[in-house]
Structures are given as structure tokens and as C-alpha cells.
């Protein structure tokens, strides 16, 4: 008992994950925690500037700001280190009950080297930069050198103890390590000392991993060869600086993505190659499996790429967390795609008051009127996140944001299926008959979340979307009604009824405006023969 009194909350249980059939659990305090982010923008990682950072993240509503850390100011000089912003930051997010990601910009932040120190980028025989095919030296640092490697994970690693002595209320949840890595305009490093490691056999950890054959890069990947290569290199560098971080302080880890077209073919030369990319999450995996996932940064404003992004990342084998997403006020409905993908977590990027806005990559202003969409969605889910986190782990959730086309998108849910329609009026028209019916605007920002809570029962959410079920196959020729619709609110750990759902309410289908509404919904059938 003694002991159980005198060990630190930290010991008990740090930030982790648990993974089972194939859905992913993110653990904080001992408790589900949905991510519910705030990305501030690049060059807002210091003292002066938090006070520009808080209202835009309170303004969201978001639990969790995700923050650069930069090599630069930790270690301006070598072996001279300074805490003294993580000091400040964490000290203000206690403050302001926010949880913090620390993004650990070094080696690569967007490929580049821009935030080492100047003694790392001006030092380019003792931290060299690749070779391109013609000869000619890249922006980009090699994965190839130990210096290099030695010299981040250093850093890295003083900074993970600092955290370990400093923070022991874990107000650092998750450290992102690099950002964006890869290289631009060159598939790999060329230089001599690389092309000698390239001719070597792919590592036996590779070929286990992917169950493939034994041989060279080309022999084994062909074309892709070059990529993987450059992939392997990365990720195993990054895994290296990870798995030293987490000897002296084990928090969850991860690295995000620069994406390559999701649907398309699309040639390495055309995209930061060697960053964790959908093609080669599996390399990532074999190579780092200090990080708990690679994640996207996603940018592309359409339904199409969007969605299939979530589907290469949402894996049994990688939670997904959308790290950064555009903060324009169309991006907000892909909330409900994410969500409804059993997500850990989601961000728009940019959300602080610096003056900064990433346009035409999100949104052309950065205000309390831009993150109003996002706000809403996030405030349907923030007052019971972590019941919405169990509720994806230990059951199942779906999810649908208003596509491009507003076309009708259909949820399988087993034994029934769920319409959900947008644009349309509060009878299920597209078009009202009759004269002098004003058009609709369409809502930018709609979608619907849907949650098992078992037997028939599911929790039902969303904005400016209309929804009606049926029985599926197993039902097929029943008559359907809604056994109840309760409209509830989480309270003290449960839901409470606030009121029925009848009438006009329900006998069209259940029609979610821009009221923040939950519903329990019973489903059932009658014999219709
Ligand atoms: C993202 C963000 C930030 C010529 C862009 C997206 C963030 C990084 N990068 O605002 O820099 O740190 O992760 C890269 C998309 C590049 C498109 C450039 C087109």
C-alpha cells in the first residue's frame, strides 16, 4: 500500500497505446483519450509568442496543441543545452489544461535541415548532405551519416530526460520526431559511400518483415528500389532517435508524412521520397518499430483523395492520426471521415494568432470566425472524447462527411444500414414543389458520426445532414421503425435522457442542423407478411 501511495501517477501508467483486433486505443491518465488537436504554426515555439497560441486553441476547443520543439534553440551551441521554452510551454499548458505533442524539428522538418543549429548546417564535411544521380549536392542531410544521427539522437535524448525530470505531471503526451522527412528532387543519396551500401542485400529484417525475397534493392523492389532504399534509411535513423528517447522516457512516438497521391501513380522524384508515404509503411514498420504509427499530413481539399488517405493509414497495424489537415473552413467535415475511421486523433494546422495563415494549403485567415467549423465538430465529441475513444476500441464506429458531389453516402453497419443525405430539406426533398420556397445554402461544414452501442442501439451526431436506416440483408423484408430516439447528453460518466425524438422529428428521418444534438437511436423491425 505504501508503495502504491509513494509511486509517482507516471509509473503506474504512462501515455501508451493498446491495440486489439485490428483498432488502436491511445491511454492517458490510465483513460481512452481522443486527440482533439491544435497544430500551432512553424515559428511559434517560443516564450513570447504562447499568448497568441492559447486563445486560438481555446477558440477550437481543442484538449491538445501540438508545438514544434526546434534542435536549434534546445542546443544553439554544441553540448550547451537550453530548456527553458519547454519550461515556459509546459508550465502555460497546465494553465490552460491543454495536453501537448511535441514536435522535434532536426535532421528533417518539411526534408530540409533548416532547424539544426548552425554548427550542424554550416558544417557540411562533418554533416554532409546527399549527392543527387548528377553529382550535384542536395538541400538535404544523408540518412547515411552516423555523425549526424549521433549528434540528433544526442539532443534528443537530453531532451527526453529533461522531460522525464521535469514534467511529472505528463503534460507531454506524445513527441513527433522530425517532421515531414524525406527528400525532395532526389530519390536517395548517390554519393560513393552510399551507392557501396545500396549494392548490399536488402537487410534480413526487411525481407522477414515483408515476405519477400533475398537480394539487392533492384533485385528485390525493382523500380521502387531506390525509394525503399532512401525509405529504409530514414525511417531506421528515425527509429534509432526514437527508440533512444524512449530508454530514458517511454512516451508514444511518431512520425508524420508529406503524402504522395493516394490514388494515382506518382513517381518519387515528385514527392518528399523516403518519408513515411503510404507505399512504404511497411518498411517504416520494420525499421522503427520504436514509433507507435506513421501518420498524414493532409492537404488534398478533395473527398476522394482525402478518404483514400485515411484508408492507407488506418491499419491493424498503425493508428491513425491525421497529424495536420488544411484549417480552411471546407476541411472541417473530414472531421466526421476520421472520426468515423476509428481515429486517435485529428488537427488542423496553423491554429494560433501569430498572423500566419498557410493559404492557398488551408485556410486565408486564421480567426475565431475561420475555426468556427472545427470548433463545432470538435465540441460534439470534447464533453465524452474518452467515452468515444472506448466506443471505437471495444465496439465500432462510422462516419461520413458531406462529399464533393453532396451525393448520399451509405453506412454498413451489419445488420442495418444508414442513408445520410445532404442538402436536402427537412422531408427528404431535393427540390420543394410548389412556388416561392427560397434555394438552400449548402451547409459547408455537415456530417454524421455513428457509434455501436450494442444490441440495436446506436449513439447518432453530426451537423446539417439528414439520416434514415434500414434493415440490411439479414433483415431484408421486414418493416423498419425506431424502437426509441432518445436525444441524450453525457453526464457523470453516463447518458442521460433529455427527451424523446417523435414526429415530425423522426418520422422523415432524423434531420441534424446546426444544433449540437446526440441521439441513441433503438432500431426494430415489424413482419410485414
Ligand atoms: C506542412 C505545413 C507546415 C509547392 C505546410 C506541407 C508543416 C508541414 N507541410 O504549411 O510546414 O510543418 O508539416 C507540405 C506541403 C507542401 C506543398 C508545397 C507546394
Known amino acids: 500500500l505504501l508503495t502504491a501511495i509513494m509511486a509517482p501517477a507516471w509509473a503506474q501508467s504512462l501515455p501508451h497505446f493498446e ?4 483498432k488502436h486505443l491511445f491511454v492517458v491518465d490510465g483513460e481512452p483519450y481522443l486527440m482533439l488537436t491544435a497544430q500551432a504554426n512553424n515559428s511559434s515555439n517560443y516564450p513570447d509568442m504562447l499568448e497568441k497560441v492559447w486563445p486560438a486553441v481555446h477558440d477550437l ?10 534542435w536549434e534553440q534546445v542546443e544553439p551551441e554544441e553540448g550547451r543545452f537550453d530548456f527553458s521554452y519547454l519550461e515556459t510551454l509546459i508550465d502555460e499548458a497546465r494553465e490552460n489544461e491543454i495536453r501537448l505533442v511535441l514536435l522535434w524539428f532536426a535532421t528533417w522538418k518539411n526534408t530540409s535541415p533548416n532547424y539544426t543549429p548552425e554548427w550542424v548546417k554550416l558544417d557540411n564535411e562533418r554533416f554532409p548532405r546527399l549527392k543527387k544521380k548528377d553529382g550535384t549536392t542536395s538541400y538535404a542531410l544523408t540518412p547515411l551519416s552516423r555523425e549526424t544521427l549521433e549528434a540528433d539522437k544526442r539532443a534528443f535524448v537530453r531532451m527526453m530526460e529533461w522531460l522525464k525530470r521535469n514534467d511529472r505531471e505528463q503534460t507531454v503526451i506524445m513527441v513527433q520526431v522530425q517532421n515531414e522527412p524525406g527528400t525532395y528532387s532526389s530519390v536517395r543519396d548517390y554519393s560513393d ?3 557501396a551500401v545500396f549494392e548490399d542485400a536488402v537487410p534480413q529484417k526487411l525481407v522477414e518483415h515483408l515476405g519477400v525475397g533475398t537480394g539487392t534493392w533492384p533485385q528485390v523492389f ?12 530514414i525511417a531506421s535513423y528515425i527509429g534509432e532517435i526514437a527508440a533512444a528517447g524512449r530508454a530514458v522516457y517511454d512516451l508514444p512516438m511518431y512520425a508524420n508524412a508529406a503524402l504522395k497521391d493516394p490514388i494515382n501513380d506518382q513517381g ?11 507505399n512504404v509503411i511497411g518498411i517504416y514498420k520494420a525499421a522503427a518499430p520504436a514509433l507507435d504509427f506513421v501518420s498524414p499530413d493532409i492537404y488534398m481539399r478533395d473527398d476522394l483523395r482525402y478518404t483514400a488517405v485515411l484508408d492507407h493509414y488506418a ?11 488544411g484549417n480552411a473552413p471546407d476541411f472541417a467535415r473530414y472531421f466526421f471521415d476520421v472520426f468515423g475511421h476509428g481515429a486517435i486523433g485529428f488537427a488542423p494546422f496553423g491554429t494560433d494568432y501569430t498572423g500566419y495563415a498557410n493559404y492557398p494549403l488551408g485556410g486565408k485567415e486564421v480567426s475565431p470566425e475561420s475555426l468556427q ?3 463545432a465538430n470538435y465540441s460534439l465529441l470534447a464533453p465524452f472524447a474518452g467515452e468515444w475513444a472506448r466506443l471505437a476500441y471495444e465496439r465500432q464506429v462510422w462516419g461520413a462527411g458531406r462529399p464533393d458531389d453532396n451525393a448520399p453516402r451509405i453506412l454498413d453497419l451489419g445488420p442495418w444500414r444508414a442513408t445520410v443525405e445532404f442538402d436536402q430539406w427537412q422531408f427528404g426533398e431535393d427540390e420543394w414543389w410548389g412556388d416561392d420556397v427560397e434555394r438552400r445554402e449548402p451547409a459547408v461544414n455537415a456530417g454524421i458520426l455513428v457509434a455501436d452501442l450494442g444490441e440495436n442501439a446506436y449513439l447518432v451526431t453530426g451537423y446539417n445532414a439528414r439520416v434514415r ?8 423484408g421486414r418493416g423498419f421503425l425506431f424502437a426509441s430516439v432518445e436525444e441524450v447528453v453525457w453526464e457523470d460518466g453516463e447518458w442521460r435522457m433529455v427527451r424523446r425524438w417523435n414526429g415530425d422529428q423522426t418520422d422523415y428521418g432524423l434531420n441534424f442542423t446546426d444544433e449540437r444534438q446526440i441521439l441513441r437511436v433503438r432500431l426494430a423491425t415489424y413482419d410485414e407478411n
Not at 476547443?61 to 526546434?70: E, K, R
Not at 525493382?222 to 534509411?233: L, S, T
Open 61 to 70: 476547443g481543442a484538449n491538445t496543441l501540438q508545438i514544434p520543439v526546434a
Open 268 to 278: 518519387p522524384e515528385s514527392y518528399a521520397s523516403g518519408g513515411p508515404t503510404h
Open 373 to 375: 467549423p472545427f470548433a
Open 193 to 195: 559511400a552510399a551507392q
Open 315 to 325: 491499419r491493424p497495424d498503425n493508428p491513425l492520426f491525421v497529424s495536420e489537415t
Open 222 to 233: 525493382g523500380a521502387d528500389g531506390d525509394e525503399f532504399f532512401h525509405a529504409w534509411h
Open 19 to 22: 491495440s486489439h483486433d485490428g
Open 469 to 476: 436506416f434500414d434493415p440490411a440483408e439479414e433483415l431484408e
